[in-house]
């Protein structure tokens, strides 16, 4: 049986960056909110993009130009992303790689859940960023 209690599946864990997804007419607002009204720590070493310090959390604030409210983006890691990818496809998950571009390299893909909230699967675990 696999180590998250499901027989034959690819173990899966939650990831430590979430992606809140703005329009561009909320964006200023958004990103003053997390930094001058709550104080919260801007990550430098992923500048320019906006990222805030979120408990063990990263929160990503990314300005969308093609949405008109906020979505919220979800990260999880797995060790195998074409196992897990393969086991995706057979439990009927959306695959949605065309929402957002990876990086050339990035060993991952794009689902939604059945609610249609997105989410970074990472190949590469902790040590892929964003």
């Known amino acids: 049986m696999a180590e998250n209690g499901r027989e034959n599946g690819p173990v899966f864990s939650a990831g430590k960056n979430i992606a809140l997804k703005i329009p561009p007419h909320q964006f200023a607002a958004t990103v003053a909110f997390y930094r001058d009204v709550l104080g919260l720590q801007l990550v430098d070493e992923f500048a320019p993009a906006i990222v805030v310090e979120f ?3 990263r929160l990503w604030i990314d300005r969308t130009p093609a949405l008109s ?3 919220l983006w979800l990260e999880i890691e797995t060790p195998d992303a074409e196992r897990a990818a393969a086991y995706l496809d057979a439990q009927g998950v959306t695959r ?3 929402i957002e571009g990876l990086p050339e390299g990035f ?3 794009w689902i939604m859940n059945p609610a249609g909230i997105v989410h970074l699967v990472n190949g590469s675990g902790a040590g892929n960023e964003k």
């Open 55 to 57: 408990g063990a959390i």
């Open 96 to 98: 949605c790689d065309a």
């Open 107 to 109: 060993d991952g893909l």
């Open 69 to 71: 409210q906020a979505e």
